[in-house]
């Protein structure tokens, strides 16, 4: 089964606009990534965030979690076409694989 | 590059067929994943290792089998491939900060 659910599945913007992407999981986790996937390709990590921190920054991107709610939310902000892709959250735990669950995954399109 | 390379990036087969699935990385790490990924659901683990020689089950292990002879490699067989086991088919490997995925295996099973 799925530990993380993105929100909102598909997500259309224009380019200079800010995109948030939401996931919930469901068990304690002792991390949560979030990945890149363009089209045809692998995933590619963005950023990972500590089960005791609360914000993360890197470039454009904004990274929250709240742990009490079991959520996060990814920011892009100043959206590029070039941002076009899908976005999955994973949840990482502290058990013998350090193994990811993974979301569905939002589809982000930014228009020009 | 440093990085996952999986072989072939594209394949079909017919039912009943058996094929290996290759991912290779030369970053020396240990942990090392196969997953499978299916539209609208993510991306699911089939097995894992946590170092040569040591392997386990995901969450979707039936029908595959796997093997880590050597740190870099990470092997995925079908033995007798299903038309249920079409899908993309993901290597990463264990990073501290993160996964590194290779860019994938198309597989059609008809």
């Known amino acids: 089964s799925q530990q993380g659910e993105e929100d909102p599945q598909a997500l259309s913007i224009q380019e200079g606009e800010n995109a948030t992407m939401n996931c919930s999981y469901k068990t304690s986790i002792n991390n949560l990534q979030w990945y890149r996937q363009n089209s045809g390709r692998g995933l590619v990590h963005l950023i990972l965030?500590?089960?005791?921190?609360r914000e993360k920054h890197s470039g454009r991107l904004r990274v929250t979690l709240d742990t009490s709610k079991k959520s996060s939310s990814l920011l892009i902000t100043a959206s590029r076409a070039a941002d076009t892709a899908s976005y999955f959250c994973a949840g990482g735990f502290n058990n013998a694989g350090n193994m990811l669950t993974f979301g569905g995954g939002t589809r982000l399109m930014v228009k020009p | 590059n440093a990085g996952v390379t999986q072989t072939p990036k594209f394949r079909v087969l017919k039912t009943g067929q058996s094929m290996t699935l290759l991912c290779a990385q030369d970053?020396?790490?240990?942990?090392m994943y196969w997953y499978r990924q299916d539209p609208g659901m993510g991306l699911r683990l089939i097995h894992y290792s946590v170092g040569e020689g040591t392997t386990a089950k995901g969450e979707v292990p039936d029908g595959y089998n796997v093997s880590r002879l050597k740190k870099q490699n990470f092997l995925l067989g079908l033995e007798s491939a299903a038309p249920s086991q079409t899908s993309v088919y993901f290597c990463?490997?264990?990073?501290?900060?993160?996964?590194?995925f290779g860019s994938g295996t198309r597989l059609t099973v008809v």
């Open positions: 965030i500590r089960s005791n921190e």
């Open positions: 990463a490997s264990r990073a501290l900060a993160g996964y590194t």
């Open positions: 970053m020396n790490h240990e942990y």
